[in-house]
């Protein structure tokens, strides 16, 4: 019988879970815990977590950094929730927004004693639903707490590999004559990880035997559909689609990596940040987020089901032309794609280069 989820199915209920708030029941290394997102978090359901045992809030090094708390476990720091902390307490501890205002959070209290296996899992969990990084677990008695309470149960050592790359499908193509080129066409591909769509938008004819003109776009709703000035990305999707157009050929994907993978609620709590003085680098690091949450593989793997295996890339990012290279498509050449600089992203994008090292 194949009516039960696979491990794929599992995960995607899992992300599901977590963002409307409900636990998720976490087994490893011999024990089981109760996680939850703080972000989803209700006080009827802290409430309910509190009497079951003591409480641990899992958090990335990069946030335990800000808070000054020992990740004694590398990347992952459990933080020891103090009896009677209530939703507040979670939330300004998991949420940056008001570090300014409320700088001393602690004294925070970090776990040094056994594994983190489950922690990690947690935390990684809610960065892939897009949440905040950071979560709360406690103890239970895994598989029966799991049947009793209706939730859903996932082992550690199944979910080894979350960083493997889920397969695409083809969904439909169809034409769509545009500014850019009367002759274009869209194509939807389907992650079967029930994940986000992703687009290829087909200029022309391009030949696949030799490199095609390609750019990876990561959405950018603020920059694509609203013009915002903080970013230069809607002027480089339209100057990367007219250069495809005036060649002749190219394709553009675009991939719905929001706010460099962490969504657009996790990219506007980086623009507040930013409107506090930070820059973009440290307010990912003050969420939690590292600097670049994106996966350029999906670009790769989209590229060599199209038929493509030599790219002229228009980019000013070095790291898409080595994960290109890594996933095993020949980039024959960079192309500069510099345009969009503003007063109000002269900043962004100087950090860009310092930090990131784009190009530029």
Known sequence: MTLGPNLTEKLARARGDLR??????????????AAVAVEALTAERL????????LDLALTARRA?????????????????PEGADLRWLNAVADPADDLRVPMKGPLTSRREGDAGLHRLAISLAKSA????????VPVDGAAFALAHG???????????????????????ARLPMVASAAGRVHIFRPDDGGAEHYAIEIG?????QPVLARLHSACFTGDVLGSLKCDCGPQLRAALAQMGAAGAGVLLYLNQEGRGI????????YSLQDQGFDTVEANHRLGFEDDERDFRI??????????SQVRLLTNNPKKLAMLAACGLTVVERVPLKVGETQENAAYLATKAAKSGHLL
């Open 20 to 33: 409307l708030g409900l636990p998720v029941v976490l087994v490893g290394s011999g024990r089981a815990m």
């Open 47 to 54: 409430a309910d977590l509190a009497a079951l045992g003591p």
């Open 65 to 81: 950094e800000t808070l000054k708390a020992r990740a004694y476990d590398g990347d992952v720091a459990r933080i020891a929730v």
């Open 130 to 137: 897009q949440l905040l990084p950071a979560a709360v677990l």
């Open 151 to 173: 939730l859903s149960l996932l082992a550690e050592v199944e979910c080894g590999d979350l960083d493997r790359l889920a397969p695409f499908a083809p969904v439909i193509s």
């Open 205 to 209: 004819r391009p030949d696949r035997d």
């Open 263 to 270: 969504g657009l609620a996790n990219k506007m709590r980086a």
């Open 299 to 308: 670009g790769a793997a989209i590229l060599k089901q199209m038929g493509f």
